[in-house]
């Protein structure tokens, strides 16, 4: 099931900072007397969707035990949003952000709001604009006003938009790409973007470019990796890893992260063999990833 219908299908009626540890005494200095390490990592919980499907609170409990304390959710599997705040709040996590379906900012955008404020979310994103909407490149600018009058109502009611890529943003449409439309037409004091490093490299851009061109519209990041780059017509699904065992260089990435703005590091792989194994794997890569 693809993200757009999956989001759309079970979400609700209701609907990173960083620390810096001294290097040893003696260690080479570089530009900085520090080396710095992810405080707080997150999951995507589309990565254990089908878990989550039979067994919310236990799958939750599972992400925490690995050691996670931030999740990022994609639906709520027709659980109120009360319950889901009560059961992040037993198992010590918190959940900054959710991804919400593109269609509820015409229809239903209150009741994200609402379940934003009961769970705790500080951002509500959309991953998935539906192919009819964005044939056009008037299209993706209607898009940004959409994601405007989004991002306002979100923050007259105290909280975030967002808006998370995958590939399809960086396939020109008539001379431009969709990513730099959406930047270019959406105010940096209503929308921030998602960046998922996986999809961005994936579709041929470098991330630090956009970092660079676009500083601290960044605040959340995708975390997944990629086998080298593949050959045209590859689905992607066959070159996604876990992190730490592809071929994305995270400490060039995670060096920018005040330029970039980023807040929030969430692992996610859409299609993993083992859920728990490979959140698992890529916890602990990143746990002991310095930079």
Not at 179 to 191: C, G, I, P
Not at 222 to 247: L, T
């Amino acid at each position: 099931m693809e993200r757009r219908d999956f989001v759309a299908a079970t979400a609700s009626a209701a609907l990173a900072a960083t620390f810096r540890i001294p290097r040893p005494a003696g260690s080479p200095l570089g530009h900085s007397a520090f080396r710095t390490r992810l405080s707080s990592i997150g999951l995507e919980l589309y990565t254990v969707r089908n878990l989550m499907k039979d067994d919310v609170e236990g799958t939750l409990a599972k992400v925490a035990a690995v050691g996670y304390r931030e999740v990022e959710f994609a639906g709520y599997f027709n659980h109120p949003p009360a319950d889901i705040r009560a059961v992040i709040d037993r198992h010590g996590l918190t959940a900054p952000s959710a991804h919400v379906p593109f269609d509820a900012i015409a229809q239903g955008w209150d009741a994200v709001i609402d379940a934003c404020h009961t769970i705790g979310h500080q951002w509500a994103i959309v991953a998935w604009i539906p192919e009819e909407r964005r044939k056009t490149a008037d299209d993706w600018k209607k898009i940004a006003d959409h994601f405007n009058t989004a991002g306002a109502a979100c923050q007259r009611a105290g909280l975030r938009f967002g808006y998370h890529n995958h590939d399809l943003e960086f396939k020109p449409v008539e001379g431009r790409l969709p990513f730099d439309l959406l930047l270019e037409n959406t105010d940096r004091a209503l929308v921030d973007f998602e960046v998922d490093l996986f999809w961005i490299t994936f579709g041929g851009a470098d991330p630090l470019a956009y970092f660079a061109k676009y500083p601290g519209r960044f605040p959340l990041v995708h975390v997944k990796d990629m086998a080298p780059k593949p050959r045209p017509g590859i689905p992607p699904d066959s070159v996604m890893r876990d992190v730490g065992k592809g071929s994305i260089d995270w400490k060039r990435i995670f060096a920018r992260s005040q330029q970039a703005g980023i807040q929030h590091y969430i692992v996610e792989h859409d299609s993993p063999g083992d859920a728990i194994a490979s959140i698992t794997a890529s916890y602990e890569y990143l746990k002991n990833l310095d930079y």
